[in-house]
């Protein structure tokens, strides 16, 4: 059974940095992109941030480009988000999601976490 | 990068069939086969329903069916049942190594 479990969330000032982590089982790790996912209380979904299963394809959305940094540790199962100079419009439940194959920019994610809460104060 | 375009609600009785559309432009929804869509229940996670079109996950519904013309993908829902009430979001490439989502549509079965 393919199981995300995000953590590293929280109540953060507005400027500081957070890094969530996500620990992924139940499949082969290395084998699937990931994505960082989000939604902001009551609002819909936004895509954040995408990483193919080699670290070797990397993207971002527009607003988080040069704040955020995704990264994976394929040895140990596990997915990042480096959140730096958070801001109050980044206050939203941060979902790590499984790729349908290697490549985030051609697959869209299948499995998806619970997310973690992060809230940004200004 | 703007969300693409969803009616922002539809609804429909039990037995009907509904279609929720996802507008998008050349650069994106018309260039990719690659729109997929999800279910989302209140408090829960997304659900991947169909991907690359029109193509149904193992488990889903065949009362679920995704379709495309140009800029524009549509999810059809037959058969409705009480069960399907949820927000629907589509979901596709746009290029530059992004991607995006649709502002999602709140389906109320009546």
């Known amino acids: 059974e393919v199981q995300l479990v995000e953590s590293g969330g929280g109540l953060v000032q507005s400027g500081r940095s957070l890094r969530l982590s996500c620990a992924a089982s139940g499949f082969t790790f290395d084998d699937y992109a990931m994505h960082w996912v989000r939604q902001a209380p009551g609002k819909g979904l936004e895509w954040v941030s995408g990483i193919s299963w080699n670290s070797g394809n990397i993207g971002y959305m527009d607003s988080v480009k040069g704040r955020f940094t995704i990264s994976r540790d394929n040895a140990k199962k596990s997915l990042f988000l480096q959140m730096n100079s958070l801001r109050a419009d980044d206050t939203a439940l941060y979902y790590c999601?499984?790729?349908?194959?290697?490549?985030?920019?051609?697959?869209?994610?299948?499995?998806w976490g619970q997310g973690t809460l992060v809230s940004v104060s200004s | 990068q703007s969300a693409l375009t969803q009616p922002a609600s539809v609804s429909g009785s039990p037995g009907q069939s509904i279609s929720i559309s996802c507008t998008g432009t050349s650069s994106d929804v018309g260039s990719y086969n690659s729109v997929s869509w999800y279910q989302q229940q209140p408090g829960k996670a997304p659900k991947l329903m169909i991907y690359?079109?029109?193509k149904r996950p193992s488990g889903v519904s065949n009362r679920f069916s995704g379709s495309k013309s140009g800029n524009t993908a549509s999810l059809t829902i037959s058969g409705l049942q009480a069960e399907d009430e949820a927000d629907y979001y589509c979901y596709s490439y746009a290029g530059s190594n992004t991607l995006i989502f649709g502002g999602g549509t709140k389906l109320t079965v009546l």
């Open positions: 999601a499984k790729s349908v194959s290697l490549d985030y920019t051609t697959s869209c994610p299948d499995y």
């Open positions: 690359e079109d029109n």
